[in-house]
């Protein structure tokens, strides 16, 4: 897509052409909350069936990246990218025993190095320190659970965190972990969906697994009640987060602090007969929501982006907001000047890059072409995703049979980055699964990260 067209789309109706000057070169505080398994399509700013009110009102004065892709379609790979700004392979935190070696340089690191206050709080077990995820963070709290803890039981940690963004002197970065809209679905009360709809299916594990071990899936009675309570969980985190970010605006913190939302990967709800992720790199598991919102929110109202944009982006976009150099070990590439009206958009294809058990895919988004790559079957699956949004595999082109030169030319593309990722990945990033505690592993079971032996 030609820029100039991109840049007339972002200044229509009642939004800025830029950003206000001044938002570049501030060392401000930062708060990184990132919501776990959270489809784009299934918020109210990114057209879901439901309206999320604290994601639809805080992007509604953010900066909103409408076609956000996660580079990986699982927690442990896609947050060490959002961490070092390296694909999966570069970064080499994949598979089941990846881990986060010592060399790789972290966001949290850049900042620490630069006088910020860093804290972490989480509750997934894929992102815990004895793998390497709490590098450059001064605290790193796992806060564990049975399969998780909600937000809820997060709280004490959470809030202790935040109090490093109201500090005096040096400002702080807090990263927010939260696994809410994760299976195994819980019903709330508060937001029961599935409370009137017929059918069985009841979010647990065991319900989950009788399809994940069959070939059937749920029929459109159940599948309705999956969409339910996973909605519920999301609208329940959302309310949350509503009123934790009530006591920060009290305090003064969203004047003074840059906030991030965004998620790690989606979830397959039986589309492309997947339950859950981490085996597909199809629209509904990698499309996830990013907004920047600036101290103090745009008053203008919301600035979107339609270009997709991959997360190993945030690190150097944030870390040009504050004015803090890039480092040459980050892959990403920053939106902050062209959106404060400084130098060209960074307009490149999304690379996605997918290691797990059996399955080895890649894809990569330029525009509305996407390619699928399934290196273990040997398919290349091409999609115009304008007129084919949910990939429907009958029309979707497939380059094993047809030669086709946009599929062909994106292919090419997408080897050579995976090969140049692959000269760059660092020693010793297996063996991790040694180093987890037996809580975590208990954890990561209950997850459903078993394994295909289950």
Not at 285 to 308: D, H, M, Y
Request: proline letters at 7%.
């Amino acid at each position: 897509m030609i820029w100039a067209l991109l840049w007339a789309g972002v200044g229509c109706g009642p939004q800025p052409q830029r950003l206000p000057d001044g938002l570049l070169g501030q060392r401000v505080p930062v708060l990184m909350v990132l919501i776990d398994t959270l489809r784009a399509d299934h918020t109210g700013v990114g057209g879901g069936p439901r309206d999320t009110p604290f994601l639809d009102d805080l992007a509604a004065e953010s900066i909103v990246f409408e076609r956000a892709y996660a580079n990986a379609s699982w927690t442990r790979p896609s947050v060490a990218t959002l961490f070092t700004s390296r694909l999966p392979t570069s970064h080499g935190c994949v598979n089941r025993d990846g881990r986060m070696v010592d060399e790789l340089v972290t966001l949290a690191e850049v900042l620490q190095d630069n006088g910020y206050a860093t804290e972490g709080v989480i509750s997934n077990g894929n992102v815990v320190p004895d793998l390497g995820f709490g590098q450059g963070f001064d605290v790193y709290a796992h806060v564990g659970g049975r399969p998780y803890a909600n937000a809820e039981q997060m709280l004490p940690a959470v809030r202790e965190a935040l109090d490093v963004l109201n500090g005096e002197g040096a400002p702080g970065f807090v990263y927010l972990h939260f696994v809410d809209p994760h299976d195994p679905y819980h019903r709330q009360p508060e937001f029961d969906f599935a409370a009137d709809l017929p059918g069985t299916f009841d979010g647990s594990r065991e319900a989950i697994d009788v399809y994940r071990h069959s070939s059937t899936k749920p029929d459109a009675t159940e599948l309705a009640r999956v969409h339910g309570l996973y909605d519920g969980e999301i609208a329940w985190i959302d309310a949350r987060l509503s009123e934790l970010f009530a006591e920060l605006e009290s305090t003064g913190v969203l004047e003074r602090a840059w906030v991030i939302v965004t998620s790690d990967h989606g979830e397959g709800l039986w589309q492309h007969g997947i339950p859950g992720h981490g085996q597909h790199v199809y629209e509904e598991q990698v499309r996830v929501p990013l907004i920047f919102r600036p101290p103090g929110g745009l008053l203008e109202g919301a600035l979107t982006v339609s270009e997709p944009v991959g997360m190993l982006d945030v690190g150097p976009t944030l870390l040009d907001f504050l004015g803090l150099p890039i480092p040459d070990d980050f892959e990403g590439r920053s939106w902050a000047g062209p959106l404060a009206g400084r130098g060209e958009f960074p307009g490149r294809p999304v690379i996605i890059d997918e290691k797990m058990d059996a399955f080895d895919m890649a894809a990569i988004v330029d525009g509305d072409a996407k390619l699928v790559v399934d290196h273990t079957r040997h398919l290349n699956l091409l999609f115009d995703l304008a007129d084919n949004p949910g990939e429907t595999m009958s029309e979707a082109l497939n380059l094993n049979v047809h030669r086709d030169a946009r599929g062909t030319e994106l292919r090419r593309q997408l080897d050579d980055a995976l090969i140049d990722a692959a000269q760059r990945t660092p020693a010793g990033t297996g063996g991790g699964d040694a180093l987890l505690p037996s809580s975590v592993r208990q954890q990561l079971v209950e997850l459903g990260y078993a394994g295909e032996d289950g």
